[in-house]
């Protein structure tokens, strides 16, 4: 990554670019008539309608008020849609999956949109892309150098990139002009981190509340820097110096995080610099800025709500490479709630067996996981998931029971 770059500059000039569109085609009510017709759901209505409590026999589904398709989401999937309207013939790629969800990328399949290979060392294989093909940017956004390659091979660039994702952009760019090092709240490997990181000067991504605690106590007391490289070998900018570069940090994050750990961790990094430079100069050594998305914040305060209710089990909906779910999951098991991440109603086998994916761990099958009577069955679904979907995991469980 060329640190030197303005990548404000960059994003400016391929914004007036003929060859790239961020805004839809005009086909808006062609996709919106199409994926109604693939993802609504009339009992997901009506559940809504009876206030998100349902019975159904022997079940009562307690469905989370919030959950589901987000408006970024909702967005990037209609512009891939209208993509391939726009461009009938053209060959269309997509950097990644257009969202983590297995069925809507499974549509892109059948629209004939290839997805750009990942050679063996993890990195994309572009070498298929040529000038003039329609190149989609998912929701999570492309790195800077992903975008500058595209651009240089004269591709039509459609960036369905949320919102929210760019929000966190600029405050890294806001980091970077002040020469300050950004601290990533995030999973290193994620496609967004990714490209959030490719925008910073200097950066270092942390996991979790564990990790922030070992940076802070770097900061404070120092140790071993070789150790700390080795721990972060992975997660920082190249040629980053524990040392010299965690003087003056800021902290942004991937969108789809926990907010109240990444509230926590701004908190714990803002102390630090306190305790180490002083009240007085702490707006001098520390930035900080919550971009934690309205809708991961919705579904998350929706699922602390939901498991209050005395439930029998949880079932969690969506990509096991969806973020957002995988925290709407922590939550659950956080409460000792029997919880079951699935990404499809196939996983649901019989009523004495369920394939699922237990938090950190591979997929495994579990057994006896839907009690016998009356049951009280909590339902929430991340931001990727469409109602359909929902719906088929909860038409199953009433069949299974009823």
């Known amino acids: 990554m060329d640190n030197t ?30 994926m109604r017709s693939q993802y609504h759901s009339d009992l997901i209505q009506t559940i809504r309608e009876h206030d998100y409590v349902y019975t159904q026999g022997d079940v009562t589904i307690y469905l989370a008020k919030s959950f589901g398709f987000c408006w970024g989401v909702e967005r990037a999937v209609a512009m891939a849609y209208e993509t391939r309207t726009q461009f009938p013939t053209e060959r269309i790629w997509i950097t990644n999956e257009i969202i983590h969800n297995p ?26 892309v040529e000038q003039g093909d329609v190149v989609i940017l998912p929701a999570f956004g492309a790195s800077v150098q992903e975008t500058q390659l595209l651009d240089k091979l004269g591709s039509k660039i459609v960036d369905t ?20 090092t950004s601290i990533v709240h995030g999973k290193y490997n994620h496609e967004e981190t990714i490209a959030t ?42 040629g980053f110096d524990p040392d010299r570069d965690l003087e003056r940090v800021g902290v942004a994050n991937q969108t789809t995080m926990l907010k ?41 305060d929706a699922m602390f709500e939901i498991v209050e209710e005395d439930l029998d089990l949880m079932i969690v909906i969506g990509g096991y490479n969806s973020s957002n779910t995988t925290h709407l999951q922590e939550i659950a098991i956080e409460r000792n709630l029997p919880s079951y991440h699935i990404d499809d109603v196939h996983r649901i086998l019989s009523a004495e067996a369920i394939e699922h994916k237990p938090l950190g761990k591979v997929i495994e099958q579990a057994t006896n996981w839907l009690p016998t009577g009356k049951i009280k069955v909590g339902v929430t679904s991340g931001a990727s998931t469409p109602d359909r979907v929902v719906e088929d995991v909860i038409n199953r469980i009433f069949a299974l029971k009823n």
Not at 112 to 126: A, H, L, R, S
Not at 283 to 298: G, K, M, R, V, Y
């Open 5 to 34: 770059l303005d990548t404000q500059a960059m994003r400016r000039a391929l914004h007036k670019s003929p060859n790239y569109f961020r805004q839809g085609f005009g086909h808006g009510e062609e996709a919106e008539s199409t």
């Open 103 to 128: 069925s809507v990328n499974a549509k892109l399949k059948e629209m004939e949109v290839q997805f750009v290979p990942v050679n063996n060392d993890g990195n994309k294989d572009f070498s298929g």
């Open 161 to 180: 990139t949320c919102p929210w994702v760019s929000k966190v952009w600029n405050r890294v760019e806001k980091h970077k002009k002040a020469d300050f």
């Open 197 to 238: 990181s490719s925008y910073a000067k200097r950066y270092l991504v942390v996991l979790n509340m564990q990790e922030a605690e070992y940076v802070a106590n770097y900061m404070l007391n120092g140790g071993d820097c070789q150790e700390f490289l080795t721990k972060f070998s992975k997660a920082m900018s190249e």
């Open 260 to 300: 109240g750990e990444t509230e926590a961790i701004g908190k714990l990094f803002e102390k630090t610099m306190m305790q180490k430079y002083g009240v007085e100069h702490v707006n001098e050594h520390f930035l900080s800025f919550n971009t934690i998305c309205d809708a991961t914040q919705e579904r998350q």
